[in-house]
Nanobody, 125 residues
Framework: QVQLVESGGGLVQAGGSLRLSCAAS????????MAWYRQAPGKQRELVAS?????????ADSVKGRFTSSRDNAKNTAYLYLQMNSLKPEDTAVYSC?????????????????WGQGTQVTVSS
């Protein structure tokens, strides 16, 4: 099992910055990709940024150049960060941390998805 806990959300004015953190505990050695998703009221959940186990990143077009995501590992905890700059009102959403665990023998690998509880980001105009 993997547990994910986000922090860092809040209220900020347009043009401001926030840094989200996600702490992963449990079977962190089996975590492959991690990502940030967001869901605004009345809209579908969308991928914001993803980071592979090798550190490669991918961003939604709407946040490219403004958001940066990175990963870090401590002894028993893996961290995923999202630095959000030049925030816009349309960035307002609940941001959730995601982790994909890969496990099983080499000849038959399984995947399991984990989600954090989400953290609210509100950008005022």
């Amino acid at each position: 099992q993997v547990q994910l806990v986000e922090s860092g959300g809040g209220l900020v004015q347009a043009g401001g910055s926030l840094r989200l953190s996600c702490a992963a505990s449990g079977r962190i050695r089996s975590i492959d990709a991690m990502a940030w998703y967001r869901q605004a009221p009345g809209k579908q959940r969308e991928l914001v940024a993803s980071v592979t186990s090798g550190g490669s990143t991918n961003y939604a077009d709407s946040v490219k150049g403004r958001f940066t995501s990175s990963r870090d590992n401590a002894k028993n905890t893996a961290y995923l960060y999202l630095q959000m700059n030049s925030l816009k009102p349309e960035d307002t959403a609940v941001y959730s941390c995601y982790a994909m665990e890969k496990y099983g023998p080499v000849e038959k690998t399984y995947e399991r998805d984990y989600w954090g509880q989400g953290t609210q980001v509100t950008v005022s105009s």
